[in-house]
């Protein structure tokens, strides 16, 4: 077994601790990664603090933009050797049966993913763990290749808020000739407006924060609305063709940002927050609006992402913390003060 020093959670909404645990020795088909760097999603901490309800196993090492060094690989290893630059996101295994599976859809799989933390292995050998921790042990298929020309704590990110972004975008045909707004301006928010502008449509932030004003513009945002203003929702009604959702709590008024699209226009739900969000079908029923949602990616467009930043040189605005800054990383995410990505350096475990 492989010793792996992390932090986690021992129990529901506790703060985070080292904590000491086993990884499996490769089997054929698995990778070994000397873990770098792991960015530090939203999504962590409603896992951490069970918000989604799913009964997730304690302890737990939270972690899913991973970016590492290829330290060991199983005999039977055929896409990756030792000393490769490879990242890990979401998930780490899936049925490999389903329509969906076959379709390079695993983020939809039939049976469901296992997910980097917090699952059960598909051969009940024990629970996965994420990221916040200096090892993992990952089938092949489910590791990604970081391009050359970016570094690895600027990869992280990618795993998570880049495909999750670069995903809808893609899908929903973002590009040129197309207006598309962004509704919150944090780790996933930035990403989405940094890859819609290289996708060549033309992209607006919805934010109440008036300080990120100059940011998102200089993120390469066409426009800039604060959605606290006074007639900030009136003044901009049938905009949009398309709306990404990131923002991470449910006390908005949807029918306002429906309003912003224009006939035929979608709004994809991404931010996953803890209650449910309130929706009268009148703001879709007008302007025959479309509401959807979208979970990260397949593993073939996770690469296809990888390849299409570091062809575009695109990388999210990272602020790199050691590992005993997790809590109040933790905190000052709750309260939108991160510009616009925290990652732990691992080797400050
Ligand atoms: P984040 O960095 O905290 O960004 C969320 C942004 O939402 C904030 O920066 C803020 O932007 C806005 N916001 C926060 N509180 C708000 C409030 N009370 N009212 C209005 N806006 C508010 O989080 P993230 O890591 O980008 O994740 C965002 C959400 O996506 C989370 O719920 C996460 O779980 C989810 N997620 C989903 C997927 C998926 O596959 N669907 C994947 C990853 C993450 P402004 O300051 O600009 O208003
Ligand atoms: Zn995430
Ligand atoms: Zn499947």
Redesign the pocket.
Known sequence: MLKTKSIAALKPKAPLEAYSFERRNPKAKDVVIDIKFCG????D??MVRDEWGMGSPFPMVPGHEIAGIVSQVGTGVTKYKIGDRVGVG?MVDSCRECSHCKSDLE?YCVKGNTMTYGSIEKDGSGITQGGYSDKIVVNEDFVLKIPDNLPLDKAAPLL??GI?TYSPLRHWKAGPGKKVAV???????HMAVKIASAMGADVT?????ES?RKDALDLGANNFIN?SEENAFEKNALSFDLIIN????S??DMSSYFSLLKLDGTLV?????ENALSIHPFSLILMRRNYA????GGIKETQEMLDFCGEHNITPEIEVINAKKINEAFER??T?D?R??FVIDLATL
């Open positions: 530090i999603c939203h999504s901490i409603h979401c983020n998570c808020a999750t509704m919150g301006l944090g780790g996933l928010g932030v919805l934010s109440r924060s990120k959605t990131t923002i991470a709590v006390d908005l739900s991404v931010g996953a927050p949602g979208s979970a990260i995410i709750l939108s991160v616009y990505r």
